[in-house]
């Protein structure tokens, strides 16, 4: 899920720091100063490991590229320039700080790991973007867990509102706790078990969000600027990240939440399914899709695109990866894509590409403008830093970010009548008139 994006986040024990508890341990940032040096700032590539993911658009790999020298050999080779954030002068005023909080502060059995975890997380934080962040190991391993379209939580994909800073839901799955508890897209999340969320990353919303199954979740959600409370259940969520259907008079639907490592083979079916009913035309719902794998949206885009160029990255060297499709699997009937404010990252990569190419419509509202694209690094203690890499084009060049797509045919979704007359979805409805007059 962008999320991702999103979002439901997803066991190893990091390394380094002291047991937790107690006070004393004057000299543990002594240690964690030297993984700074080494991990965040990634001055050493012995911390590298060979599953470097890129995610929220996508997925790749580096190899593991070990140097002959030591990590002690290179730290104490280290010159520490006025480009270089770990400094003597920051190691001394860490462990002052240290000193101080073990001397004043007036609770007992502060967790260090906590706190190491917090310096961490406070370097990345410090770049002032949303998109990039610290994931502890256990956060990194159940993202990767969420990737294959299972995780434990309430159903509610979720993404960032760049406007109030807060998680706002993007989608809800059907036939979970979410919709059960009549959650709705676009609702911000304020509260959790009554802890504000400003200024929370999704990881650590969703972190809060999450729990034992069977026990219940407090929100507080702020809808068409009111706050309501809402009492959801958690347990286990099986989120397919494709469903599909056939209308009359040949008209198939697909609909895709999120792009994950599972979505590829089930969009494959899909289409094998709605062709083998005899498709003449196809609505690809892309709405409330936070994003999702890089790769996976381009095979997708393999599936429908003609010939040429599907998306292309750079980076701030201005180095360029394009992404291309052959062409032999190009859509022979004409398409409508379904998409609103809350289609990002990856699905605005497909959105964009159809047309590009103008071999679809798109109708609905203005996409949300996620046009970057983030790697987590993943480290040897399991944790991983995310960073924004590279912003990506459409074919014809255009970055999307902080702009959206416009569609084609505007359509305003009507939110009362949906949730007032048994889900009557105006803008599906027009899709299906829309693509009834280019069949005819």
């Not at 068409?224 to 008209?251: A, H, L, Q």
Request: charged residues 25%; proline residues 3%; hydrophobic residues 35%.
């Amino acid at each position: 899920m962008e999320q991702n994006e999103i979002y439901a986040i997803e066991n190893g024990q990091p390394g380094g720091g002291q047991n937790s508890g107690g006070k004393g341990g004057k000299h543990f940032f002594c240690g964690l100063l030297t993984g700074l040096a080494t991990a965040l700032l990634i001055v050493s590539v012995t911390y590298l490991v060979n599953r470097v993911q890129v995610m929220a658009a996508g997925k790749d790999r580096i190899p593991n590229t070990k140097g002959s020298e030591s990590t002690e050999e290179k730290d104490s080779q280290k010159d520490y320039g006025d480009n270089t954030a770990i400094t003597p002068e920051m190691i001394e005023k860490l462990q002052l700080i240290e000193e101080i909080i073990d001397t004043y502060y007036y609770q007992e059995g502060i967790d260090r790991k906590v706190l190491e975890e917090g310096a961490y997380r406070g370097m990345v934080d410090a770049l002032g973007d949303p998109y990039s962040g610290y994931f502890s190991a256990e956060e990194l391993n159940e993202l990767y867990q969420d990737s294959q379209g299972v995780y434990y939580g309430i159903g509610a994909r979720v993404q960032l509102d760049t406007a109030t800073t807060l998680a706002q839901i993007s989608s809800v799955i059907s036939n979970t706790p979410a919709e059960e508890a009549d959650l709705r897209a676009n609702d911000l999340i304020y509260k959790v078990d009554g802890t504000e969320t400003y200024g929370m990353t999704l990881q650590e919303v969703v972190s809060l969000i999450k729990g034992e199954e069977g026990t219940y979740v407090h929100l507080t959600l702020i809808r068409d600027g009111k706050e309501i409370e809402k009492d959801v259940v958690r347990r286990k969520v099986e989120s397919p990240t494709v469903e599909s259907r056939m209308y009359d008079n040949g008209i198939a639907y697909i609909q895709i939440t999120e792009f994950d490592t599972v979505t590829v083979d089930q969009f494959a079916e899909a289409m094998a399914v709605a062709r083998g009913q005899g498709m003449k035309g196809l609505i690809l719902d892309l709405r409330g899709n936070p994003g999702g794998n890089l790769l996976s949206v381009v095979s997708i885009a393999k599936m429908l695109l003609p010939e040429g160029l599907i998306v292309y990255t750079e980076d701030r060297d201005g180095h360029r990866v394009e992404y291309k499709c052959d062409g032999t699997k190009e859509l022979e009937v004409p398409m409508v894509v379904l998409v609103d404010g809350n289609s990002a990252s990856a699905s605005e990569i497909l959105a964009g590409a159809i047309k590009d190419y103008g071999i679809g419509t798109l109708l609905g509202t203005t996409t949300f403008g996620k046009g970057i694209v983030q790697r987590p690094v993943e480290l040897s203690d399991g944790s991983a830093v995310k960073l924004t890499i590279s912003s990506y084009y459409t074919p014809n060049g255009i970055n999307i970010h902080g702009i959206g797509i416009e569609p084609d045919v505007v359509c305003e979704f009507d939110s009362e009548r949906y949730y007032s007359d048994e889900k009557y979805d105006n803008q599906l409805e027009s899709a299906k008139e829309l693509l009834e007059s280019m069949i005819k």
